[in-house]
């Protein structure tokens, strides 16, 4: 087995267990793919090297509030490729940085190529774009964040329903997608 | 937030996930947004006088697979350009098939009709109303669609709003079928057809503007 299908076979058991409610797992899933991406966007934004961490930390919000349209029968190479490209051709947009988009298309396997755990700091504090959040999703979010809480405790913190905590961190971090994405 | 923090958050809003989400808005969209074609065909214009005595023509029944087998095809194209990576596959041959078989059909009618009734064949007594018809009609479709995939992930948002647009246009065709008198395959192959691709067009044009996540 080649190393990059071994990558494969690794990340996607994780996504599919961390989808069917494994914690743990999903937690290693983000923190390799983490670095995976830290790596890819770093060989391709060397005219922007500050904008890598933001760009892995939305990426990443990306992979976790759509990983809904990833399915068991297909490939996780090509779904988490095309999330980081989009993302990146995004950000190029959003730069309006003309040169950068005629860099040369590459492969898709070239999202696995190579894994970078050296986390620079990122420009943008996703801490402080949440306090735009209205109460019942932000309150959720930094409770089970900050505190460590799981979503029991965080519910009866916060005096919300276990449910009410879910919805809140779940819509928290789509809008938290569309502040940092300037979405429509 | 360093990012290592940003994965336990994450981590920390997962859970369980269910599957199929991506079929199941699209056939919500088509549920919902078929409903409300059906209704605004019914109200305003319509279902045919002489339906009783049209299902029993074979044609009645073609000119309504024409539409249902593009609908098909688009659903699949739709449910694929929604998933970051999924391959389009054969799923472009599946939308060129049913419309080559109906220009096939036309070109036939049209070569063994006599030539002052090929004009007739073509335009049929409807020909300035039906693409507009269609496109109206398509309107909550395309509501419905663009609503579905605006909730998943297209990384290609001109052919992912074109795909939802088709879509869209097709559902519509089917139920403007069930007002529409013409039988003629010319008729169909042509009019039908741009009444398709208006909403396709306007699906594509809106794509990049009303998809990005």
């Given at each position: 087995m080649s190393e990059n299908s071994a990558i494969e076979a690794r990340l996607r058991r994780l996504l599919l267990e961390g989808m069917a409610g494994d914690a743990a797992a999903y937690h290693r899933f983000l923190d390799e793919l983490s670095a995976y991406l830290r790596a890819y966007f770093r060989r391709r934004l060397t005219r922007l090297p500050d904008d890598v961490e933001d760009l892995v930390q939305e990426t990443l919000l990306a992979v976790h509030n759509q990983r809904y349209t990833f399915e068991a029968d297909q490939p996780l190479t090509p779904w988490a490729y095309a999330i980081a490209r989009y993302k990146l051709v995004d950000l190029l947009r959003r730069r309006a940085d003309r040169e950068a988009l005629h860099e040369p298309l590459d492969d898709e396997?070239?999202?696995?190529a190579a894994s970078d755990h050296e986390a620079a700091d990122a420009r943008r504090d996703v801490l402080k774009l949440l306090d735009a959040l209205p109460e019942k999703q932000r309150l959720p979010i930094r409770l089970m964040k900050l505190e460590g809480l799981s979503v029991v405790e965080a519910a009866r913190m916060a005096g919300m329903s276990e449910s009410a905590v879910k919805v809140g961190v779940h819509r928290g971090l789509k809008a938290l997608a569309k502040m940092i994405g300037g979405a429509p | 937030m360093k990012t290592d923090e940003f994965v336990s958050l994450l981590a920390a809003g997962g859970g369980a996930v269910e599957s199929g989400t991506t079929a199941r808005r699209h056939a919500l969209a088509i549920g919902w947004g078929g409903m409300g074609a059906m209704l605004l065909m019914a109200i305003f214009l319509g279902v045919r006088a002489d339906i009783a005595d049209a299902v029993r023509l074979p044609m009645f029944w073609l000119k309504l697979a024409f539409p249902v087998c593009l609908a098909g095809a688009a659903f699949v194209a739709a449910t694929r350009l929604a998933r970051p990576g999924a391959r389009l596959g054969q799923t472009p041959l599946a939308l060129v098939a049913p419309i080559a078989v109906v220009w096939a059909m036309a070109a036939y009618a049209l070569a063994t009709a006599a030539p002052d009734a090929r004009g007739a064949l073509l335009l049929g007594q409807t020909w300035t109303v039906c693409p507009g018809l269609i496109a109206l009609l398509s309107l909550p479709v395309l509501v419905g669609t663009l609503w579905a995939m605006k909730g998943l992930a297209p990384t290609q948002p001109i052919l992912a709003g074109a795909a939802a647009g088709l879509l869209a246009g097709a559902v519509a065709t089917a139920v403007y079928a069930l007002h529409c008198p013409e039988m003629a395959a010319p008729f169909l192959a042509t009019w039908y057809l741009a009444g398709m691709l208006i909403p396709t067009v306007a699906g594509a044009l809106l794509g990049p503007r009303l998809l990005r996540w």
């Open positions: 396997l070239a999202v696995f | -």
